[in-house]
């Protein structure tokens, strides 16, 4: 109950505006010296240490003696725990796995301001433990609920203020979102892009950027983190009109691309079919969960400071050291999940009546709290599919695999987040294939506008499928 | 994995053109003679006899000695268990109760289809214990899951293929809602309209109705159930363009409700300004929830063969039987939720540069899967007020009980779903004030367009909103 009465007069709906002020951005994407020197410049003061230890080595962090689960002290951060999931029907009906409980939403925002008429984003250089490179970029705020009311009485957390009190500014967009459902238990996001008009002073590990520079550097390995993928990926790329990229097809892709960004032309599935189908399958679904303390899960063991499966496949909970460095704290332990080997995320994408779409799968996943999402045609780790079920293999595997070069649009390895994923690194693909589809699968072909629409609100892309919607627009510019 | 690939041909976006047919079904509202004797012989041959019986004598359903919770014997249907709730910051911050828990996703559908241009939906009469008047009039299919695979060995649910394989027919609708928060434990129907081309046979229990005759009947006191106002609010009453509607103002009251259904006419809040807000509520609220057995909640006991809270407040959980009439089953018992007192359910509207906007209220219920849905601006029982902390008071209540009668524009009581609840009757209102909300407050003004544009979308709006909803559209015609 703060602040003065609002003054009461109708404002007309937005109109395309924002669009276009996004699409002149994306044209500006020349210009990146300035940032390989800066870039390369916070690489070398922000070195860091990066050690493995035993779990039983980390400070700060306890195993319960009776559960086996992992905890802070302070009982915030996370917790490793354990989940025994039952999806009946399901190539794997039944299984039992370690899993991070971290019920505290954290704010990932971008803070974007007009100079001389251009967007740009404020980015940020952002060690990691768990990032490939080390240093990424990263949205302006990355925090979570416990660093930002500093519970490791660490450096408060720069520009904060802008997404805690968003109101006084423009907010383009703002919406609770899911992580990896396969390691987090109902995490969920707040992904934001908040603009302001006024002074911003910009920190050492700071530097503005264009949507176009940043789409460039989305085609550099492990440099644009998660966090800024999927922050992106909530923006409103697309136009309830004519797009205004539409005026500079350079080929018939770009061209199919930019009018799958425009309601004006069409899709395959009208939004209430999409949207009917969403209900049925998460009315039909059945997803049993239930935390479980760590030493009742069965198959999966302490063994040589971490916890692993009796397999060694998947993934395994280790503990690392980090030392130095320019972070908020200058040196801590912490548990961190390690997937046993890279991935493969994937859309295939079809034109249809020349407007792009891409084929979207309705994923089932034990942490997501609306029970199914809609994730890339192909997500999956090929070095695990040998343990499991050949139903198990997804359907579409084989034509991301065998794809000629010709028609593979994009395909960079990119990061899962360092901060809780050691080394977790998927290559991101988006593949051209006419494969045709029966109706009642589980599978969609959409366009970029529709997967917009969705992205307004919470739980329905998850956070592979936002990666590759962020990299998908960055293809358009 | 069924039926044949699609053709892959674009479709171009809907149009206007439902919104004009829902019209053009709202303005025929005449000829309600033939309902009226239908539904007077229907009464006449349903009669059922409901006795109240302790809890200790239903048929089917036991008492666990152990946890105090009430099951029926196949481990189907629902249970009474207990919940302890958690809000920090709320006005009464902690308190245990008994709820309802009901896992099973059910469908709540309603058939449409257009006779001589006009589409009729396909309502029926009927019968549910707990409801104020007996027979009241609900969708076409209103179905959990334990009936339809026929648990109870009763009759088949008519017309339930029409929306287990709606994607033959037209979908107009279909999104998994909430139900009362505060008596089920994150319960979820489908609410769904299907639209038909070919011949409907009409049981004896059914009838076609217009848009425009609901709405008549919409003003008689328990009549139109509690899912058929659900299924109704979810209807695109509403347009893009200039409605429909517009070309035949009644009054200024009507002229400002029939624009406030437009997207063309603007609003106060921008739709990104109220998701933003929303998602500001759902991230910083904290709810904590956690079922536990009937016997270790306090200040509620076993008394009288009912459970009821030491101060004879809120609610009872009550035991029912019911013999005779023509539902699946002939007779069965049952545990009920019984309430303590009549409710009040209103909507503050307010026209703004002659839109029509109402006043949402954000509300925390232990049972909402995501914390927080928008509710009318007051909810409440006022027969419980007396027990509770001066801040529980709902903010605008004495503005409704207030209201000068000529801006009293909807007051009508109606039952809540008469298959869980035992007479639990709310007056729902709309009542015209122009009150000022500051910024920050934890209540909007919306129009209708932006309240069907979040109806597309799961639990963003409570069911007693959207049964004013419904409430609303019926004055517009």
Chains 1, 2 share one sequence.
Not at 214 to 237: A, G, I, Q, W, Y
Not at 333 to 345: D, F, L, R, Y
Request: glycine share 8%; with cysteine.
């Amino acid at each position: 109950m703060t602040g003065a009465p609002p003054t009461y007069a109708i404002r007309s709906r937005p109109n395309g505006r924002l669009t276009a002020r996004i699409a002149r951005s994306m044209l500006a994407g020349d210009g990146l010296e300035a940032f390989w020197s800066w870039y390369t410049e916070r690489a070398a003061l922000s070195a860091h240490r990066v050690t493995r230890i035993p779990l039983e080595e980390l400070s700060g962090w306890s195993t319960d003696p009776e559960t086996g689960d992992i905890g802070h002290d302070s009982g915030k951060f996370f917790s490793v725990t354990g989940i025994d999931v039952h999806i009946p029907g399901a190539p794997v009906p039944r299984w039992s796995q370690p899993i991070i409980v971290q019920p505290e939403v954290g704010i990932l925002g971008i803070l974007v301001k007009e100079f001389d008429g251009v967007l740009h984003c404020l980015m940020q250089a952002k060690f990691e433990p768990g990032n490939a490179n080390g240093l990424q970029l990263s949205p302006t705020v990355q925090a979570t609920k416990s660093n930002f009311s500093r519970v490791h009485r660490g450096k408060a957390v720069p520009y904060l203020e802008f997404f805690r009190d968003s109101a006084r500014h423009g907010v383009l967009a703002d919406v609770l979102q899911s992580e990896q459902g396969a390691w987090f238990y109902q995490k969920r996001n707040r992904n934001m892009i908040v603009e302001v008009d006024g002074d911003v002073p910009v920190g050492e590990n700071f530097i503005w950027l264009t949507f176009g520079q940043l789409h460039r550097l989305l085609r550099v390995e492990n440099l644009v983190n998660m966090d800024t993928r999927t922050v992106l990926s909530c923006l409103p790329f697309t136009s309830q009109d004519s797009h205004p990229l539409i005026v500079i097809p350079e080929d018939d892709f770009h061209q199919a691309l930019v009018r799958s960004c425009s309601a004006v032309e069409g899709s395959l599935h009208s939004m209430p079919e999409i949207l009917s189908w969403i209900t049925g399958i998460r009315a039909q679904s059945e997803v049993v969960t239930r935390v479980t303390p760590l030493t009742r899960v069965p198959r999966w063991h302490r063994s040589g400071g971490a916890i692993v499966h009796e397999n060694g496949l998947f993934f395994r909970v280790i503990g690392v050291d980090v030392a130095g460095g320019s972070r908020e704290v200058a040196s801590w332990s912490q548990p961190m999940i390690e997937p046993s080997g890279n991935g493969i995320v994937a859309f295939v994408a079809r034109r249809i009546d020349g407007v792009l779409h891409v084929l979207v799968h309705a994923r089932v996943e034990p942490g997501y709290v609306n029970v199914m999402e809609l994730a890339p045609t192909v997500q999956c780790t090929p070095g695990n599919l040998g343990a499991l079920p050949l139903e198990a293999r997804p359907r579409y595997l084989d034509v991301v695999l065998n794809a000629p070069p010709e028609l593979v649009r994009y395909s960079v390895p990119l990061s899962e987040e360092g901060g809780r994923f050691y080394n977790a690194v998927n290559t991101y693909a988006v593949v051209e294939a006419d494969v045709d589809v029966e109706d009642g699968a589980d599978y969609r072909w959409m366009t970029l506008h529709q997967l917009a629409e969705l992205l307004k609100h919470s739980n329905y892309l998850n956070v592979q499928a936002r990666s590759l919607v962020a990299c998908l627009h960055s293809l358009s510019s």
